[in-house]
């Protein structure tokens, strides 16, 4: 809330108020530049959004009938990847929405349509929840993918409709996506979605025709393990819509992988490009060289063709959870990783 302490007139409080705005903007502006450094990302014509209309449809959610509002003019994402499907879907955005408050996030990932971000500004909201924010953000309509946490499924709808599903449940995002997007009453805007990733999956398949009998495998590396699945199923979609081997390992236990030890790592010997996830900024950066220099004094590892060659690519982790625009990011990793 802003208090004025002395009169002023209209002209001189609406200027104050411009000033306001418009260094609010530099300064989220700054920490998207800190948070993404020399990073840019391909961006597409997202679907103008839906104005705000009266009107209430009954709809039958994951968790329970709703009566939800048909055109929302605030809507509210409760987990990063819940803001870029509005977006994409034509849903108006609230003036704040959450991104994750941990992991070198100051503002939304650097892949988002950031055009329709111009003027709303972020608060941390994972893994602490913050509800106060989302009350003063004034939603009048809630897309929580979450789910799976009864507090976060009870306590919203006492702040706005909200239409709630678990998009973590091991399915693929997508699915979670159409789904979400038919029950609003927004499958056009999905297709119109689905129709730009499968040109650019046409154009990428091109750009890579070189490296088409790829072996490529989704790895990660923590508590002293290599891990290789496909959660979420962002990269093993792209990797199969790309008709790029996967390594069979990361498809083993429907897509849940498998979990190796530092001294079997011979069991990724096939592998020609390993896709790896890291946080955002220069820090993170620089943690990744680390975890490389750590790898690499494991000899098994070290004369693996794909770290000879200098295949382990690095990758935003905002991507893998799931959401339009990263599933077009990954999309344009690949495109790079395998078109050079």
Known sequence: MIVF?????????LASLALSVSLAQAAVAQEASAQCGAASAAQYEVPAPVPAADGTVNVETPFGAAELPTAPGRALGMYTTDVDILIWLGFPLASQQPIRGDSGYTTFPCFFPQAALANVTAFGNYPEYNFE?????EPDFILN?????????????????????????????????????????????????????????AEVRELIKANADAIVAPVSYWDGKFNSGCYTSVQCTVFNDLGLTIYEGALEKDGEGVEIAPEGVSAFKDIDYVFTTIGVGETALAEHATQMAELNKNPLWAQLDFVKQGHVVPYEMEIVYGSPSGQLAFLEVVAEALGQ
């Open 5 to 13: 302490h002395s009169p002023r007139t209209i002209k001189t409080v």
């Open 133 to 137: 924010q989302i009350l003063l953000a």
């Open 145 to 201: 993918g979450l789910g799976y946490d009864t507090e976060v499924n009870e306590r919203l709808p006492q702040i706005a409709p909200t239409y709630s599903l678990n998009a973590y449940d091991g399915s693929s995002w997508q699915d979670h996506f159409q789904k979400t997007a038919t029950d609003l009453g927004r499958l056009e805007q999905y297709e119109a979605w689905y129709a730009i990733y499968l040109q650019r999956v």
